[in-house]
């Protein structure tokens, strides 16, 4: 069921929020102690999710979908529903741990290779001293092995960046099991904040051009990159059906 606060996009509930609304819902998902599934939505996601049936009920199930991807602000206004603000992933961490600080948040990092979550935390950490940061593992785990973790430090949100839909599914299956009332798909933010890949300059985000300095970075996503004209196609048959 579609809520008030949100768009329809190829099938996809998008919720029209900012980032400070973000935060203060993610404080009263806290309070309430969910589970509540956070999805980080790019436009690679809206595409799969059309061929993905289990994919695109998990998103339209979850507490909070927000417009990470520049092509979705874009893609709002072609369809005559704009989208106030891009909420991207990377700045919500950010913005939760600088909120945890005062709220006491407790947070978890799950997903990257091995070493990458600790180098994340460690950019939390000194951008933000207060960040009260419980736990991190890398993506690469059998479900055994860290369940008991989980459980036993009982994180208030739990980010996890293992690439969709694995993150979107594991969380899925696991908050309300663990009593997590958070759960936020970051894809590869830490990547990003350990240094391992660059974020664009600033004036490419404004431009919604990120896609291609990623592209720069990672020519090996070319086959992903194609995508991006695909979904650029269905919003205009969309629009044209509409």
Not at 1 to 24: P, R
Not at 26 to 42: A, C, D, N, Q, S
Request: proline share 5%.
């Amino acid at each position: 069921m579609k809520d008030s606060d949100s768009i329809m996009m190829l099938g996809i509930q998008v919720h029209n929020v900012t980032m400070k609304e973000t935060v203060e819902r993610i404080e009263t998902f806290v309070r309430e102690r969910g589970p509540h599934l956070i999805v980080t939505l790019g436009t690679e996601m809206v595409v799969d999710a059309q061929k993905n049936a289990k994919f695109r009920e998990t998103v339209n199930q979850a507490s909070l979908v927000l417009p990470d991807g520049g092509g979705l602000v874009w893609a709002s206004r072609v369809l005559g529903e704009p989208l106030r603000e891009r909420v991207a992933g990377i700045d919500l961490i950010q913005a939760i741990s600088k909120e945890s600080g005062e709220k006491r948040w407790k947070i978890f990092l799950l997903g990257g290779k091995p070493g990458i979550a600790d180098a994340a935390a460690s950019e939390l950490t000194r951008k933000f001293p207060g960040v009260n940061i419980v736990g991190i593992h890398h993506g690469y785990f059998r479900d055994e092995e860290v369940l008991p973790i989980l459980e036993k430090v009982k994180p208030d949100i739990l980010l996890a960046g293992m690439g969709f839909p694995r993150q979107e599914f594991w969380l899925s299956e696991h908050l309300a099991s663990l009593g997590i009332p958070v759960g936020i798909g970051v894809g590869g933010s830490f990547d990003v904040l350990a240094g391992r890949l660059k974020r664009a300059p600033a004036w490419m985000i404004r431009f919604n051009l990120e896609w291609l300095f990623r592209f720069f970075q990672q020519p090996t996503r070319f086959r992903r990159m194609l995508k991006i004209p695909y979904f650029i196609g269905l919003i205009y048959r969309e629009r044209f059906f509409r």
